[in-house]
């Protein structure tokens, strides 16, 4: 199993520019998950889903969007970027009945 | 709002030597407790975690922690370091049972010196 894979690793984005996060993982998990950790945090929670056709929001929603068409995507957009945008973003999933969560690698966004 | 914090945020050992890693949450009522272990440039790896029984959890790489409900704690302890524990680790709880969302400390680096 590759687990989540998350694409793409490193991007550079302007200001007002969109884009998508990927996220797929491989482990027929339920649950998925996208944070956003900024430097010396925490990681925050953006959104979640318990399934597919299922989302809901986290601590931080404001500026993107989700969706969850199947089981294995979970893509993060950003319609608008902001400089308040940049940050690590992590993709993880977790099966039904299980507690631990498997993080991706984290995508690293910069919006200038 | 619930909460989640990590007393230090950098914590520098000698190898060999015991290091403790302190964490507080702000409500004890059914909680989920987690460390994660961060290395340089890659995603988080479960260390352990505490869901109910017995209050003193161990995990792998020899690290354990202790649930302590009246002092809503719950520190990740090991007796004798390794210069390969360098990384950041986090505490994260949660207080739904369901969805099981997280809510994350700020992160203790620990810096292991030779």
């Known amino acids: 199993n590759a687990g989540v894979t998350q694409t793409p690793k490193f991007r550079i984005l302007k200001i007002g520019q969109s884009m998508t996060l990927q996220c797929t993982q491989d482990m027929n998990h339920n649950y998925m998950y996208w944070y956003r950790q900024d430097p010396g945090m925490g990681l925050k929670l953006i959104y979640y889903s318990v399934g597919a056709g299922i989302t809901d929001k986290g601590e931080v929603p404001n500026g993107y969007n989700v969706s969850r068409s199947t089981t294995e995507d979970f893509p993060l957009r950003l319609e608008l970027a902001a400089p308040s945008q940049t940050s690590v973003y992590f993709c993880?999933?977790?099966?039904?009945?299980?507690?631990?969560?498997?993080f991706g690698p984290g995508t690293r966004l910069t919006v200038l | 709002a619930q909460s989640v914090t990590q007393l230090d945020s950098q914590v520098p050992v000698f190898e060999e030597a015991p290091v403790e890693l302190r964490c507080n949450y702000s409500s004890s009522v059914s909680v989920y407790l987690f460390w994660y272990v961060q290395y340089p440039n890659q995603g988080l790896q479960l260390l352990l975690k505490y869901l109910s029984g017995s209050t003193l959890v161990k995990g792998i790489n020899g690290f354990e922690a202790e649930f302590n409900k009246s002092q809503t704690s719950f520190h990740l302890r090991k007796p004798s370091v390794h210069i390969s524990d360098t990384a950041e680790y986090f505490c994260a709880v949660s207080w739904d049972q369901g969805a099981q969302k997280l809510v994350f400390g700020q992160g203790t680096r620990l810096t292991i010196n030779p």
């Open positions: 993880a999933s977790r099966p039904s009945g299980g507690n631990e969560q498997f």
